[in-house]
């Protein structure tokens, strides 16, 4: 019996599928809400996403990020233990009032999700998405000698409760900070990057992190959820006259390509004879058993599909002052790692090629929808060659960018052609016609040239990222 009371587990699963690349790749729905909208209750527009993209560039965008990510609270004397036994990153300088980003691997350094942890003090740490890395601690929670407890508030459409226990908004762009003044009661402390603090907005106590996700002084605020619509309406009313926009879920997601952040990696769980007590407690229709593999690049091997924090430039949180999962792999890794991440910016005439035969007869190329172009769930990898044809490396997140004008996306490049300006040619589309996958049409493949960039790529979040908010008195 799993954890969860299921009867079926993943190792069933994995036991009874033939060739587990091909289920999901082909057969699997896909976990996250990103497309699919019947999973989340929040609109995909509130206007366009044209303009709500050009909103966190130009004036300020709310997000709302109550419905799409878990949470997990650990709380306990050994609660601090067994998160660094876990995390690939130092948690000695944790103290509360702060945040770090949270990666989790197995034994073979490869990763199995990345999440933010907070400290919020009396030894109790929330961790916030990342379906598969909160199943990875509340395991090793469960199953381990840990003096702690656990629990779970899962995403609205795994949550079987019918609500959350808190609301959470992101609020980000350039007049972002000013918004925030505004709608503080009373003093706004200053608040460093990935720091918190807590304050009052209409009442309402909230938690506040220093966090952008489009390279401004961005904040996440956070509270009971019973008080959402309160802080909400303060937010909107103060952000009027600073041309503050709600953003959807297609403008949402489309900031990873921006801030050249690989969400949810496939989980590497299914594979290691260590590994088979993990997935005899993970059930077969969990998150581990739904993701859904799609692009041009289709190997047997599952591991394949695997990354390391290396791959996905992680290398700097990586910190071997502590005994974690994997640090032995990790270390060989460090040594000399293989990938590198970068963006692919396509060329303009290749893209318009893609979109032009959707106007001639016969079996188009395959369709880049806007703005975000993936047609799995988050597990996109398309191959990524030299202009002589050799392989070196995938490529993952692709979209539109409306404040870049040019279509993006996230390549995990052998680092010796990694070089910054060098034109390499995708292969955009799956093969024999693309897959079983309802979101996939009937199409052709296409190499698509595409130019080495820095990652991220938007100028705004290599310049922002690290600055603070806040630090108006009352009297001002």
């Not at 909103?55 to 949470?71: K, V």
Request: proline fraction near 5%; charge should be negative; hydrophobic fraction near 35%.
């Amino acid at each position: 019996m799993t954890a969860a009371g299921h009867t079926r587990s993943l190792q069933d699963l994995v036991d009874a599928t033939p060739d587990l690349v091909a289920h999901l790749y082909n057969d699997t729905p896909g976990p996250h809400s990103r497309v699919r909208s019947d999973l989340s209750p929040v609109p995909a527009e509130f206007t366009n996403w044209r303009d709500e993209q050009r909103a966190w560039r130009e004036t300020a965008i709310l997000f709302d990020q109550s419905h799409h990510m878990p949470e997990l609270y650990v709380k306990g004397p050994d609660a601090l233990a067994l998160l660094s036994r876990i995390g690939v990153n130092s948690l000695a300088n944790l103290t509360p009032g702060m945040a770090k980003q949270f990666i989790g691997c197995n034994s073979r350094g490869q990763m199995i999700g990345d999440c933010v942890l907070y400290d919020l003090g009396d030894q109790t740490y929330e961790l916030v998405s990342s379906m598969p890395l909160l199943n990875w601690v509340e395991y090793h929670a469960q199953t381990g000698d840990w003096d702690v407890t656990t629990e779970r508030d899962n995403n609205t459409s795994d949550n079987p409760t019918g609500r959350r226990l808190k609301f959470r908004f992101q609020l980000d762009g350039p007049t972002a900070s000013e918004i925030f003044d505004e709608v503080v009661d009373g003093e706004t402390p200053e608040i460093r990057f990935f720091r918190t603090a807590r304050v009052t907005i209409a009442g309402v106590e909230v938690l506040v992190l220093r966090h952008g996700m489009a390279g401004h002084k961005g904040v996440e605020i956070s509270g009971p959820y019973e008080h959402s619509e309160t802080v909400r309406a303060a937010i909107l009313a103060a952000g009027a006259a600073h041309g503050l926009r709600q953003g959807g879920t297609k403008a949402y997601f489309s900031t990873l390509y921006e801030q050249a952040w690989v969400a949810y990696p496939l989980p590497a769980v299914y594979t290691g004879d260590d590994l088979r007590g993990y997935r005899e407690w993970l059930p077969a229709d969990g998150w581990e058993g739904k993701f859904s593999i799609a692009g041009s690049f289709v190997s047997s091997n599952v591991e394949d599909y695997y990354v390391t924090p290396y791959d996905l430039g992680y290398g700097h949180i990586v910190k071997f002052d502590h005994d974690f999962i994997g640090r032995e792999a990790l270390e060989r890794v460090a040594e000399n790692p293989p990938r590198r991440k970068v963006t692919l910016v396509w060329e303009k005439e290749d893209v318009l090629r893609v979109f032009g035969s959707l106007l001639d007869p016969g079996v188009p190329y395959k369709y880049i929808e806007l703005p975000v172009a993936d047609y799995g769930n988050m597990v996109q990898r398309d191959e990524v060659r030299t202009l002589d044809g050799r392989l070196v490396g995938l490529s993952t997140y692709t979209g539109y960018s409306s404040n870049e004008r040019k279509i993006l996306s996230l390549g995990l490049l052998d680092t010796e052609h990694a070089t910054i300006g060098d034109q390499v040619t995708l292969l955009w589309g799956e093969p024999d016609g693309g897959s079983r996958k309802p979101r996939v049409e009937r199409h052709q493949q296409i190499l698509v040239r595409a130019t080495v960039a820095p990652a991220p790529y938007a100028s705004t979040v290599q310049q922002m990222m690290r600055s603070s908010v806040g630090g108006r008195s009352a009297a001002q």
